[in-house]
């Protein structure tokens, strides 16, 4: 009985296609979800991206293409597909520019990706190939912890704020060339080193003093009554009644935070980008005063 071989044609054409995995990281509320950035590079010359990508995410290709011209590298004359898995989860801005270009590198060959699966990447891209501050750095340091890789490569304005998590190394970084030295081993990076938060000695509540409310007892004891036993409570009245004065002083009365709710609160900054220049664990309880024209939707998520 004669066995059928093989057609050569077919296996000429696997060896044709290279197939690069890079991992990055999508944040939904204050909790990520690392993402697998599939690329192959293959005979043709259109540019694929799937996976539930937003057009944030779907204008990459121009950045990539031009900061790849900029830094030296090139983009390959064939067909790109990439996809970025898994594919039900939506991919929001342009935080995935890096992981999505260091994968085309290593797909055409421009690239050692031994050592791209043991990092979460994340970086917007200039186009000149400069590395943009990106959102949620410090949930997808959590998140790369929890499944043990070895570090997070971030933009250098994010480092800081990733570094507060302990137990990952941080790898900040200013350029896609920089990246791509410290992955093909030309180069060393040293991770981002932080202090340890401390709550045992926090600074004083300054900015707005319980003690300079005066009179308003009722509604002061009110607020210290919700603030002992941890209760909601709402304030109503006319326009120039100091509610918001004495809300925006209710903080100063609250016991500080501890390590979780700190992280917590930090987590939900840092999704927000209000983390500001220090990028520092938050030590105070937070305020947010809304403008009396918010709708009720917008009251109710703010109130949970």
Do not use: W
Not at 51 to 64: F, H, M, T, W, Y
Request: with cysteine; glycine share 8%.
């Amino acid at each position: 009985m004669s066995v059928s071989q093989p057609d050569s044609s077919v296996g000429s054409l696997r060896n044709t296609i290279l197939l690069t995995k890079v991992y990055g990281s999508a944040v939904n509320g204050i909790n990520a979800t690392t993402i697998t950035v599939e690329v192959t590079v293959v005979q043709g010359i259109k540019f694929f991206l799937v996976g539930l990508p937003d057009n944030a995410v779907k204008e990459s290709q121009q950045r990539i293409e031009s900061a790849l011209l900029q830094t030296g590298f090139r983009m390959p004359g064939k067909k790109i597909v990439v996809n970025m898995a898994p594919a039900d989860i939506r991919k929001e801005g342009s935080a995935y520019d890096l992981p999505i270009a260091l994968g085309i590198l290593a797909a055409s060959g421009q690239l050692n990706d031994t050592r791209l699966n043991t990092y979460i990447i994340m970086g917007e891209l200039s186009l000149d190939g400069t590395l943009l501050p990106v959102r949620g750095s410090l949930p997808m340091a959590v998140q790369a912890l929890k499944e043990g890789f070895e570090g997070i490569i971030v933009p250098l304005q994010n480092a800081t704020e990733a570094a507060i998590v302990e137990g990952i190394n941080v790898y900040p970084a200013q350029t896609i060339t920089e990246v791509v030295r410290f992955l093909e081993g030309q180069i060393e990076i040293a991770p981002c080193k932080t202090e340890p938060p401390s709550f045992h000695e926090l600074d004083s509540f300054t900015e707005s003093d319980f003690t300079d409310v005066k009179g308003q007892s009722g509604m002061k004891r009110a607020l210290e009554i919700a603030a002992a036993g941890g209760h909601n409570v709402l304030l109503i009245g006319p326009p120039g009644a100091g509610k918001t004065m004495l809300a925006r002083r209710l903080p100063g009365i609250l016991p500080p935070l501890n390590t979780d709710e700190a992280l917590e609160t930090t987590k939900i900054h840092s999704v927000a980008g209000k983390l500001g220049k220090t990028n520092s664990i938050l030590r105070h309880r937070p305020f947010r005063s809304p403008h009396h024209t918010i709708s009720e939707f917008v009251v109710l998520m703010l109130m949970c």
